[in-house]
């Protein structure tokens, strides 16, 4: 059970989260097999030289990403069952690690939850065929292709409305031009400091990322010249205008050049 601890005093900080990985690490490499129990808090705590609240913690965020599953009275165990696939996002902010503001979720707890638990069970014993089976109607679409035709015109490109795809918000539009643009394994390149969901979103699609300085007008012209000398550049990603959280608007000139 031992073979795959780390030594004493190596784990970073913070340490509840050093230790998830490496567990996480040790999972995977199949060093710990599905359904073998894990150590007692108050083992692995003496063990590492650590407090036991610091393995609670490490073993809850193992919990929340599905590698382990805790039963009561018995211990926490790997799971034995396939992991679902993991998020393109990170479902909740790590204390002591980061700030996370790419999700923007209402605050809630265990009255909102059984709330809209019984708001969807009340919804599927009473929902309508026709709005079960229904969907936004594409040809209402049309006139909003045909305004964005005139829109990319003054932008220098000629398109066709049926060439033009809406989407329902800047996520789903990444995801699309992302997954026709490039494959798996190819490289990125875009703001070192940029959109929000674009780090998670390539890591998902399995997409190499690599950030390039910037400045008041986002990114520079010659470190990008010099990424694309130096590696395989398959595409860039920029946010010309107000990028967040930067705020920088590209110039004129820079556009153009």
């Known amino acids: 059970m031992t073979i795959w601890l780390p030594e004493p005093g190596t784990l970073r900080r913070p340490v509840y989260l050093s230790l998830a990985s490496h567990i996480s690490q040790t999972i995977s490499s199949g060093l710990l ?9 108050r083992w692995l705590a003496d063990r590492l030289d650590i407090s036991v609240q610091t393995v609670s913690r490490a073993y809850e965020e193992l919990i929340r990403n599905s590698e382990v599953v805790g039963e009561v009275g018995r ?3 790997v ?13 909740e902010r790590r204390d002591g690690e980061l700030i996370d503001l790419s999700m923007l979720k209402p605050v809630s707890g265990r009255l909102q939850t059984e709330r809209m638990k019984q708001a969807l069970t009340r919804l599927q014993s009473d929902l309508p065929l026709r709005l079960l089976h229904s969907f936004r109607p594409n040809v209402v679409l049309r006139p909003h292709r ?9 932008c220098g490109l000629q398109v066709v409305p049926d060439n033009i795809h809406i989407t329902n918000g800047a996520t789903p539009a990444m995801t699309m031009a992302l997954m026709a643009a490039a494959r798996p394994g190819q490289l990125m390149v875009t703001e070192e400091v940029g959109h929000h969901t674009l780090v998670a979103l390539a890591g ?14 986002g990114l520079v012209a010659e470190t990008f010249e010099a990424a694309c000398r ?18 920088a608007v590209m110039g004129l000139e820079r556009r153009g050049g």
């Open 75 to 77: 211990g926490t165990f």
């Open 146 to 154: 045909e305004i964005a035709v005139g829109w990319l015109a003054r």
């Open 230 to 247: 130096e590696n395989d550049v398959k595409l860039v990603f920029l946010v010309p205008t107000v990028a967040n959280p930067t705020v």
């Open 204 to 217: 998902y699609l399995g997409i190499e990322l690599k950030g390039l300085p910037v400045d008041e007008e």
């Open 79 to 91: 799971r034995s069952a396939e992991r679902a696939p993991a998020h393109p996002f990170i479902p």
């Open 33 to 41: 097999a599905p359904g073998e129990r894990l150590p007692t808090h």
